[in-house]
C-alpha cells in the first residue's frame, strides 16, 4: 500500500471549516484514499473514503486531486469534539488484499473556541 | 446496526496470567480484524478472519497470542503468560468483503498488566 505524508499537529477555530491535507504521491490506480478519526480512548472511527471522485457524507468531505497524489479532509463547521487524531490511509481495494489497514502517525487537530 | 462491540473495557492482570478478549462484529460482516494500540502510536495489525478461516496473522503475533472465530461470527483473542509489554489497547473491527468497504471499530479493551 501507498505510504501517506500528514502534518503531525494543525489547530482549527471552532466554527470555522477545517481542511486536512494528505499526500500520496505514489498512489496506484487500484487503490482508495481512506480518512479514519481516533477520539481520546475510543476507536478509529470511519469518516470517508473515495477512489477518483470527490465524496462528501454527514461528517466531511474528501477532495482528491485529479492526480490522485494528494488529498484533503474537510470538516465543514469544527465543533470542540471533532478535537481527534485523523489518520489518511491508502490501501488497494481488491477483495484478495483483505482490506485491511496501515495506520500512519496522522494528524493531531486540536479545535479551539 | 448496533456497531462492533468488545468485551472487556478494561482488563487488569498479572504478569504470567492468561487474559481472552471478546468481539462482536456488525452481524453482517463477513471479515474481522484483531489490531494493538500502544501510547501514542497509530493501531498495528494484528490479524483476521474470513468467517471463520483466519487469513492472514502479523509477525507482532506471537506464539502466546491466539485468536479464533468458531461460527465466523464472534472472535475471541486470548494471551498466555502476559508480559508487561503486552499492556495495549486491543482493538477489534469488521467489514464485509466488498471491493473497497471500509473497517468499523469497536472501541477497544485496555489491558494493563501489572
Known amino acids: 500500500d501507498a505510504k501517506t505524508t500528514q502534518p503531525p499537529s494543525m489547530d482549527c477555530a471552532e466554527g470555522r471549516a477545517a481542511n486536512l491535507p494528505c499526500n500520496h504521491s505514489?498512489?496506484?490506480?487500484?487503490?482508495?484514499v481512506y480518512w479514519y478519526r481516533q477520539i481520546h480512548s475510543q476507536g478509529p472511527q470511519y469518516i470517508i473514503h473515495?477512489?477518483?471522485n470527490n465524496e462528501t457524507n454527514e461528517m466531511a468531505s474528501l477532495i482528491i486531486t485529479e492526480d490522485r497524489k494528494s488529498s484533503t479532509l474537510i470538516l465543514p463547521h469544527a465543533t470542540l469534539r471533532d478535537t481527534a487524531v485523523y489518520y489518511c490511509?491508502?490501501?488497494?481495494?481488491?477483495?484478495?488484499?483483505?482490506?485491511?489497514?496501515?495506520f500512519g502517525g496522522g494528524t493531531r487537530v486540536l479545535v479551539k473556541p | 446496526d448496533t456497531g462492533v462491540s468488545q468485551d472487556p473495557r478494561h482488563k487488569i492482570t498479572k504478569r504470567g496470567q492468561n487474559v481472552t478478549f471478546r468481539c462482536d462484529p456488525i452481524?453482517?460482516?463477513?471479515?474481522l480484524y484483531w489490531y494493538r494500540q500502544t501510547l501514542g502510536q497509530g493501531p498495528e495489525f494484528l490479524t483476521y478472519?474470513?468467517?471463520?478461516?483466519?487469513?492472514?496473522k502479523s509477525r507482532l503475533l506471537s506464539d502466546r497470542f491466539s485468536a479464533e472465530r468458531p461460527k465466523g461470527s464472534f472472535s475471541t483473542l486470548e494471551i498466555q503468560r502476559t508480559e508487561q509489554g503486552d499492556s495495549a489497547m486491543y482493538l477489534c473491527?469488521?467489514?464485509?468483503?466488498?471491493?473497497?468497504?471500509?473497517?468499523?471499530f469497536g472501541n477497544g479493551t485496555r489491558l494493563t498488566v501489572t
Open positions: 473491527a469488521s467489514s464485509s468483503d466488498s471491493r473497497g468497504s471500509p473497517l468499523h
Open positions: 478472519f474470513q468467517n471463520e478461516a483466519q487469513l492472514e
Open positions: 452481524s453482517e460482516h463477513n471479515r
Open positions: 490511509i491508502v490501501r488497494v481495494a481488491t477483495v484478495a488484499a483483505g482490506n485491511k489497514l496501515t
Open positions: 473515495g477512489l477518483k
Open positions: 505514489t498512489i496506484s490506480g487500484n487503490e482508495y
